[in-house]
Every structure is written in C-alpha cells, then in structure tokens.
C-alpha cells in the first residue's frame, strides 16, 4: 500500500517535472532582428539625398579604380541585379546614372550597430549580438507570441524612429526557427512561426535554404534523396551519422525538426535589465514604485538564474519625448539582495523626477551591472 502510494506520487513527481520542463522549453519565444541592407541603409541616413536611389557599398580593391566586389546594396538597387560579392565593374554596367557607388566605413556601422544593440538590450530579458546587424532577443518573458509581436514592433518602432533603419524580425521558439523566419519577408516584415507550425514552416524549403546547411552539405542531402527539410526527416539518423559524423547528423535532423537552441549566448554579460512601459505617462512615484518592484523581482530572478551578483544599480526613465536617462550608484561590494535592488532603483528614479520636475515619465526600468559570479568570496574578488 505505502510502496504503491510512494510509486504514486514519484510517478506523478517525475510526470509534473516532465511536464514542468517541456512547458518551459515550449515557452520560450527568441526573436531574431535583422537589419535590412545594413551599410547601404546607414548611408542612407546619413545623406538624405540618397533616399530611394540605388546604393551599392564597395569594398575597393585599390589595384584600379573600380576593382573590388559589392558588400552590399540597398533593395533599388537589388532589382537592378547588382548583389553582394558582385564585381564593382559589373554592378556598375547594371546601374542606372542615379546609382550612387560608395567606399565601405565600417567605424560608421559599427557605431550605428552598438546603438542598435543597445536599443534591443533594453527590451528585451536577453540578448545575443550575432552579427554587425544581427541579434538575438529573448522575449520569452511575454506570456504569448501576441505580446511577444507587440515588443518585437516597438523595437522596430525605437530604431526606426532614433535610426532611421528598417530591420525584418522572426519569432519562433528557439534560435533556429526565429533566425529562418526573419528571413522570409525581407526587408521591414515581421514573421511569426508558433512552435506547433515550425515543422511545417521548414518543410517545404529546399535543403540549401535550412540554416548552416551550405552549398557542399546540400549536395550532399540531395545525394540522399533530400530535396526538402521534409524529405532530411525520411533520412535515417544512422545514415545522416555515417555521412556527416556524429555531431553533424545529428544537428541535421534536429534542424530538420525545427529544433534548435533556446538560450542566448550573450557573450561576457555584463549587465541585465528590464524596462516596460507604464500604463500611462506619470512623474508619480506611487504609480512607479510597484511597477518597479516588479521589474527589480525579474531582473533578480536572471540574477541568480547566471548565478551572479552585482555591484552596480541604474534606475532607467524614458520621458515622455522618449530620451532615456540613466542614474546608477555603485556598491563597495557585490551583493545580491532584491531589497537593496528595488530601493535603490526607486530612490534613483525618484532622484531624478525630483531634479527634473518637467519630465513625464514613460517607460522604467531596472539594470544591475558590474556582475560577478557569485560563489567568489569578498576576499576572491580582490585575489
Ligand atoms: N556584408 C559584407 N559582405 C558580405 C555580406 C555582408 O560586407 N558578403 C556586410 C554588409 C551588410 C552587412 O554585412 O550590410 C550585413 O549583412 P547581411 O547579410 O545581413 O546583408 P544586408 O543587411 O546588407 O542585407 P539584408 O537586407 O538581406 O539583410
Ligand atoms: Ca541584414
């Protein structure tokens, strides 16, 4: 009896856990940003005598005048024919006279990209910069892929308005997924593929479209019989095994299966922040303060999920012209505490609506940064 109770409740433990982890796993949402014509749309912004005309980056070889191969080109110039890795010369036999033919400056983009960065940071749990114009964000904090669409917008709406610069987002339930949908409405779309739907989005698109799968490895699959992802899920693991190696076959069939990674490989964090707007512009710290416990509980929760601590707290308002102003104050020692977190988050917002009495606020938020891993000891940190 006790045996067959104890069986019960292990047995239904193990089906809660099980359920508990495929639920979390189910819930992620990963959206994938990606900007559209990077370098030929941040020429663009720069010189608004370009808008509209075709723009095509070079990257000058210097051994003549015109050696060297296109970067990339903004969509006019797309349909023109002209695409990146063409030679200059022949972009420049497609052109029409109003094609402007500009030399690459990376600073300038790169510049451009770090403001970029830092506007999605700011919206979303994660992030993972994957590219100069590319980046992952972990958006699975909303509770549906609705609100999930209602924060990828506004990130498009914050570069938009502070750059200048379309991106195409893909949300999906992981990595993968996010990453091939952002590129189906190109440029300025927005595609959303649910995870029930992700197998069938992947399904029908030729072997050679499926991410990582390059020229060599689609031949490959072709060799097999696979024309579509679908037709890579009739291969056998074994064969994939026996052709790709282990590790390569299978990744094949999990990305075949629309499975991939959830979580974002942020390179060294550095910082974790959360901002949300408030029901209504206010300069109201009783409207504010629970607004920001909350963000202060959130942002402690992927505290100790990095197993962290941190030595530094901002308090973020965004006004109600939408500029964002920071106060932060630093801490002797790392420490971990939510107390700590929302009172000093609270006091340096309200610092700041008290030095401002103008200012409305729009958006809060809470950022902790100067992070160390939180098994050192105070006596580590100084080793
Ligand atoms: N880039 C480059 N050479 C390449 C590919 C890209 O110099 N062979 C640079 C120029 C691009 C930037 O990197 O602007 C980003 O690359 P993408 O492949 O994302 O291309 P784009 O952003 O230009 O176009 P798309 O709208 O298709 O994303
Ligand atoms: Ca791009």
Redesign the pocket.
């Known amino acids: 009896m006790f045996l067959r109770v104890c069986r019960g409740i292990i047995g239904r433990t193990a089906a809660i856990l099980l359920r508990i982890r495929s639920a979390k796993k189910d819930m992620a949402i990963i959206a994938h940003i990606?900007?559209?014509?990077?370098?030929?749309s941040c020429e663009a912004v720069r010189d608004e005598s370009l808008e509209d005309k075709p723009i095509i980056?070079c990257?000058y070889s210097g051994r003549s005048e015109d050696s060297g191969a296109v970067?990339?080109?903004n969509?006019p110039a797309r349909s023109l024919g002209i695409h990146?890795?063409m030679a200059i010369q022949q972009a420049k036999e497609l052109a029409r006279d109003d094609a402007a033919f500009l030399p690459?400056e990376k600073s300038y983009?790169k510049e451009v990209s770090g403001r970029i960065m830092a506007i999605i940071a700011e919206h979303a749990a994660d992030t993972e910069v994957a590219?100069?114009?590319?980046a992952y964000a972990d958006l699975s904090d909303c509770d549906t892929y609705v609100d999930a669409v209602e924060r990828a917008e506004h990130i498009r709406d914050v570069i938009k308005e502070q750059e200048g610069l379309t991106a195409?987002v893909g949300i999906g339930p992981n990595k993968l997924v996010a990453k091939m949908a952002s590129d189906e409405d190109?440029?300025d779309g927005l595609t959303v593929v649910r995870p029930d739907n992700a197998k069938a989005f992947l399904g029908n698109m030729p072997v050679d479209e499926l991410y990582s799968v390059g020229p060599k490895t689609a031949d490959a699959l072709r060799e097999m019989g696979a024309e579509t992802v679908a037709d890579v899920r009739e291969i056998s693991v074994q064969r994939l095994v026996h052709r790709f190696g282990e590790t390569r076959g299978v990744e094949l069939r999990e990305k075949a299966n629309g499975d991939g990674a959830t979580m974002l490989e942020s390179r060294e964090k550095k910082q974790l922040s959360r901002i949300t707007t408030l029901p209504q512009n206010t300069r109201q710290m009783k409207d504010i303060r629970p607004v920001v416990r909350e963000l202060a509980d959130d942002v402690i929760k992927r505290v100790e999920q990095h197993e962290k601590r941190f030595s530094t707290v901002a308090g973020i308002v965004i006004t109600a012209n939408r500029e964002t102003r920071t106060r932060q104050r630093s801490f002797q020692t790392a420490i971990s505490s939510k107390k700590t977190l929302y009172e000093t988050a609270e006091e340096l917002i309200q610092e700041y609506l008290e030095d401002n009495p103008d200012i409305d606020a729009r958006r809060v938020g809470v950022r902790v940064a100067g992070l160390s891993d939180a098994q050192q000891t105070g006596l580590d940190r100084f080793a």
């Not at 590219?131 to 590319?134: A, M, R």
């Open positions: 990606d900007l559209d014509s990077f370098f030929a980056i990257m970067s990339t080109c969509y990146a890795g690459a983009y590219s100069i114009d590319e195409s190109k440029p």
